[in-house]
């Protein structure tokens, strides 16, 4: 189940989130706004209903959560641009920083 967050989840939504995936959650993470959408099925999946919820395209990144390691991975086909980050991993360090704090602070539990 997709979520959009801007406050930390509740552990139904956590619960939600990993229908899908069962032991990790696809999100997209608008790092100007710092919120975030997980439980998609892909990233874009996350990223499209960020964009509608009026996020740019430009601050989006995607990244994994493995809420029982309490783990980022940074790698997502949504990071890839030819001339800011052409890899499927975020490049730069500032940016990961921000998907981080922003990914732990929604969605890690105490």
Known sequence: MIHLLSERATDEQIKGMLEVHESYIKVAVDIRRGVLVGGGEFHADCEAVLIEDGSRRENVWGADWLPAEQVV????LINIRPRVNPNLEIQ???IRQRVDVIVR???QRS
């Open 73 to 76: 991975r940074y790698a997502a």
């Open 92 to 94: 730069d360090r500032t």
């Open 105 to 107: 602070r929604l969605l």
